[in-house]
């Protein structure tokens, strides 16, 4: 796979002040040596820009370009590689990728540069994938976790899970050998005890991965109520522009509005809903259906209701209807300023024995179209994704990736077969098999365990040029 040279440009389509095409493959820099005017590529000092102008074959000056020469290993691909910046116009760049392309260099698949780096042991597999999240960042929180995982944070957890089984796991082969003799190599005990410290680290990984997940996609919130509880004059305001239509006729809002805030560094895909009542058409029975589903689909529910026309029942039975248990809630008691005198406890006294419950801070007395008490909302809503934390700690590893959080619970069933069998005096023949499921599931995370479908599939997703 690595005995050809591949190119592809490193910049985004449209015009620029800059465009980059790079270039990977042994004999990259032979490659443009003939049509670059500048220093001879061929022996130019690694890691340097040269300048000059770049021609075509016919001779023709294609651009005035810096030419940046990387040596094997000693480049993002571990193999040498060429970077020319150029002007960005799409023309440019196009005929720099026709004049490689005729040199010898064959187009680059999405995702090449990164996969030749992972071949060729530069990234482990999850470093690979932090590439591409870290491209796709589009908060503060994201580009934190993506760049924790792209220095090995993932990787390094589960490496150092892998070694601890792997050492245990030497043990317990080793008996299979002396099968016969009926010997113990591996002490039960520990291997017990090494079980369940795995697993409980395991454990608070695939926790992180509801936080770490919501992160990166967006933590989709549900704006949901009655009509005219003021849910689109809510979204107005958290947006701070008129995006939604607001008027005092009941369902004005048919169907679902989606835009995007960014809150202390973390990005949120708000959800504007149709009022949750009986439809009086077919439309708006559409738009109230399509509600309940966005809300059984979203990891945070913002429950708006209007303080002077909804009664405790109401509000009851609305909550009741939309909660469930991985629900997180934030009940917004709007229009403060017609009942000013609205309490807490008038909604949620202690004699309501529900399914779900608002602590206090979560209960946000509001008047939305002034945008009364806004900010407290955006420190409540932070404070709910990150559980009070109030950001994300740098040095945390948190998970964000399915692929990632599917291993591991596979990993995890694996290990509490093999606790089950340490505990009824399982066979080590069958331990081993459970043993080696486990650090196979772990391995293919870093991708110590590989196969071509699951690299094809993970750099598919690339964008080309990287």
Not at 286 to 299: D, E, F, K, P, W
Not at 356 to 373: H, L, Q
Request: hydrophobic share 40%; net charge negative; with cysteine.
């Amino acid at each position: 796979m690595n005995s050809d040279i591949i190119i592809a440009t490193a910049t985004p389509p449209g015009e620029g002040a800059i465009g980059i095409v790079r270039l990977s493959g042994s004999g990259s820099a032979d490659l443009f040596a003939p049509y670059f005017s500048g220093r001879d590529l061929r022996d130019a000092p690694a890691r340097l820009a040269h300048f000059g102008v770049l021609r075509d074959k016919e001779g023709n000056d294609i651009d005035e370009v810096l030419i940046t020469v990387y040596r094997a290993p000693a480049s993002y691909t571990g193999e040498d590689a060429v970077e020319v910046s150029c002007h960005g116009s799409p023309y440019i760049l196009q005929r720099i990728l026709q004049l490689g392309g005729d040199a010898g260099a064959r187009p680059a698949q999405p995702g090449e540069f990164s996969q030749r780096a992972f071949l060729n042991g530069k990234l482990d597999l999850s470093q690979a994938e932090a590439v591409a999240d870290l491209i796709a960042s589009r908060s503060a929180a994201a580009h934190r976790i993506a760049l924790q995982q792209l220095r090995g944070g993932v990787g390094n957890e589960i490496t150092e899970l892998r070694q601890q089984l792997i050492d245990f796991a030497s043990l317990i082969e080793l008996e299979l050998d002396f099968g016969e003799e009926d010997v113990e190599f591996a002490d039960r005990g520990q291997l017990t005890e090494l079980v369940h410290k795995i697993r409980r680290r395991i454990d608070a990984l695939t926790t992180s991965f509801r936080l770490g997940n919501a992160i990166k996609e967006g933590v989709a919130t549900v704006i949901a109520g009655r009509p005219n509880a003021g849910k689109s004059t809510l979204l107005n305001a958290l947006l701070n522009e008129d995006r939604a239509i607001v008027s005092d006729i009941p369902g004005t809002t048919r169907d679902t509005i989606e835009e995007s805030i960014n809150v202390g560094g973390i990005g949120f895909r708000l959800i504007d809903t149709a009022g949750i009542r009986d439809a009086t058409d077919t439309i708006e029975a559409m738009g109230v259906a399509r509600t309940l589903q966005r809300v059984a689909s979203s990891h945070l529910l913002v429950y708006v209701f209007d303080v002077v026309e909804t009664d405790p029942a109401t509000l009851t039975a609305d909550l009741d209807r939309l909660y469930r248990d991985d629900l997180e809630l934030v009940v917004v008691a709007n229009k403060m300023d017609l009942n000013p005198y609205t309490k807490y406890t008038h909604y949620f006294g202690e004699a309501y024995e529900g399914r779900w419950t608002v602590p206090r801070e979560r209960f946000i007395p509001m008047i939305a179209r002034d945008k009364s008490n806004l900010g407290y909302l955006q420190s409540t809503l932070l404070d709910v994704v990150t559980e009070g934390r109030g950001g994300i700690d740098a040095q945390e590893v948190i998970l964000s990736n399915a692929r990632h959080y599917d291993a591991l619970q596979r990993a995890d069933q694996a290990l509490e077969r093999v606790d089950q069998g340490l505990r009824t005096g399982l066979s080590q023949d069958f331990i081993a098999m459970d043993i080696r499921q486990s650090l196979r599931d772990l391995g293919e995370i870093t991708g110590e365990i590989t196969t071509d479908d699951l690299l094809g599939n993970i750099f598919s997703n690339f964008c080309i040029g990287k």
